[in-house]
């Protein structure tokens, strides 16, 4: 008996640099789509994935250029479609029923959203997350469609790992991104981004770090939500209700707040809905994540099932005596 030989192939570690194409980024100067191409690049160099196992899957809008600065295979698809041709499926209505019914099937996909506020790309237009009141050049009296809460329509959607970050703070965003790439399922990471051109300072108020501290809050697995500059703010739930506290007025300890934990669905529920409130902070971090069968696991599932009496081909179908005649 002789042992097997075992050969070791050394690979070279890989860097942000081997993610990188030699196409030039086509961005306005400020715009947070630089700092998302870093950092998915520093992630995909993290987590040791080989380039040629990555593709990129876009619709259109400015960040939908990204397939060509990632040195991976891409695909930059029509317009709100970037999610049916990722998942090979397609469905008659466009955009957000693309969205619901990605999330329903669960497929093992990563998403990211990039949320400016704005249609950037068609000079301005504005777009399902604008704010109400927003003058564009097609709502010059200011909008008055109720903005998308994307956070609550995820979850609503049956979701099952839903964060957001922001593009100045690296990062936390590189670390949010590699939590979703090792989501088992479809994963969905909003990201709210700057346009210097058509939404300047849209998120200024959780981009300063004077304004930051008091108008965020970070979610941390099985900490409590405090925030404000002295960390002397938190959260306490009178029942449903979220309520900001003063800890030191009101003789309170954090261990009197909130716990943040991922696979609480209905506390996942009442935090996308902060954003509802001025007087609440905005999360940031992985709202929720539940671990679930994937559909390509339960199509395989399913595959095994019906090919437990045995493997056949075609041809072999064709010939034996299970085929018919149609007359």
Same mark, same amino acid.
């Given at each position: ?142 909008? $008055?469609?109720?903005? &998308?809460?994307? +956070? ?6 049956? %979701?099952? #790992?839903? @964060? ?105 529920? $009442?935090?996308?809905? &902060?954003?509802? +409130? ?6 940031? %971090?992985? #709202?929720? @994540? ?38």
């Amino acid at each position: 008996m002789t042992d097997k030989a075992t050969t070791i192939i050394d690979r070279p570690v890989l860097t942000a640099k081997d993610f990188a194409s030699d196409q030039e980024p086509k961005w306005c100067p400020g715009c947070g789509d630089h700092a998302v191409l870093q950092q998915l690049k520093n992630v995909m160099a993290e987590l040791a994935v080989e380039p040629e196992n990555v593709v990129i899957v876009s619709g259109i809008g400015c960040s939908s250029r990204l397939p060509y600065y990632m040195a991976t295979y891409g695909v930059h698809g029509i317009h709100g479609r970037a999610l049916p041709m990722a998942t090979g499926r397609y469905s008659l209505s466009i955009c957000v029923i693309h969205f619901i019914h990605t999330l329903i099937i669960k497929p093992d996909l990563n998403v990211i959203l990039f949320n400016y506020e704005i249609y950037g790309l068609t000079k301005g237009q504005y777009s399902p997350t604008s704010k109400i009141g927003l003058r564009t050049v097609t709502s010059p009296s200011g909008v $008055i469609d109720q903005p &998308f809460n994307t +956070a609550a329509l995820t979850i609503g959607s049956g %979701g099952s #790992f839903f @964060a957001r970050a922001f593009d100045r703070d690296g990062k936390f965003l590189r670390s949010l991104l590699k939590r979703a790439a090792l989501h088992k399922g479809t994963s969905l990471v909003e990201i709210y981004q700057n346009c210097p051109i058509f939404n300047n300072a849209a998120f200024e108020a959780f981009a300063t770090p004077d304004n930051k501290a008091d108008h965020t809050v970070y979610l941390e697995q099985d900490k409590p939500l405090v925030f404000g500059k002295e960390k002397n703010k938190g959260i306490i739930l009178d029942g449903f209700k979220p309520v900001v506290v003063d800890l030191d007025k009101e003789g309170l300890s954090t261990s009197d707040l909130w716990v943040h934990n991922e696979s609480d669905i209905n506390k996942a529920s $009442i935090l996308a809905h &902060f954003a509802d +409130a001025e007087f609440l902070p905005r999360p940031f %971090g992985v #709202f929720y @994540a539940e671990t679930r069968i994937s559909y390509e696991d339960a199509l395989t599932a399913q595959i095994c099932d019906a090919q437990k009496n045995g493997h056949g081909t075609l041809e072999e179908l064709l010939k034996g005596d299970s085929s018919y005649e149609i007359k």
